[in-house]
């Protein structure tokens, strides 16, 4: 209901109203406020001495040469085929039996990276045995970077489940269902 009385309202008097809207003048602009520019000279010295060209830059401009050429299109198309060509592939060392979002089995993948599985198990094998498990041998056994290694070994950080015991035998445990 109040829905038909605003629009009765609205709709009031509409023709008349554009037309009257049309007929105005175009609106004025607003005003531009002055910009902090010093004000012109008419200083006919300062004038030439604009429009007069210097000697010495023009000199310098004139010694600066820069020349540029395209590497030769053979050269840089044998290029990216030598790379693409050249990406070498590991087989996988470690991997979950059995997809369970029914994606495809990788068999081998990019040297220098890891799949989920492999880092989680070399991220674990290392926290267990620090000795044995050093960045440099999981570096090797990957085919991974040395600084990369490093850096994955100190900022992943896979999750730790910790249950803390009641310190009371009273206090109230969660029983399994």
Not at 58 to 66: D, G, K, M, P, Q
Not at 117 to 131: C, D, I, N, T, Y
């Amino acid at each position: 209901m109040g829905a038909r009385v605003g629009r009765m309202f609205r709709n009031f008097n509409l023709e008349n109203r554009v037309h009257r809207e049309l007929s105005k003048d175009k609106p004025r602009a607003a005003p531009r406020y002055p910009a902090n520019l010093p004000p012109p000279t008419s200083n006919p010295e300062v004038v030439d001495s604009l429009n007069q060209k210097n000697a010495p830059l023009l000199e310098h401009l004139r010694s600066v040469y820069v020349e540029s050429r395209d590497p030769a299109p053979a050269a840089a198309e044998a290029s990216k085929e030598v790379t693409v060509g050249k990406e070498q592939r590991r087989p996988l060392k470690f991997s979950i039996l059995g997809s369970p979002l029914g994606l495809v089995e990788l068999k081998d993948v990019p040297s220098g990276k890891l799949t989920i599985a492999e880092a989680l198990k070399a991220v674990g094998s290392h926290q267990h045995q620090p000795q044995t498990w050093t960045p440099e041998k999981i570096a090797q056994e990957y085919s991974l970077d040395l600084k990369e290694t490093k850096a994955l070994l100190e900022f992943f950080i896979p999750f730790k489940l910790e249950i803390i015991p009641p310190k009371t035998k009273k206090a109230k445990q969660i029983k399994a269902s």
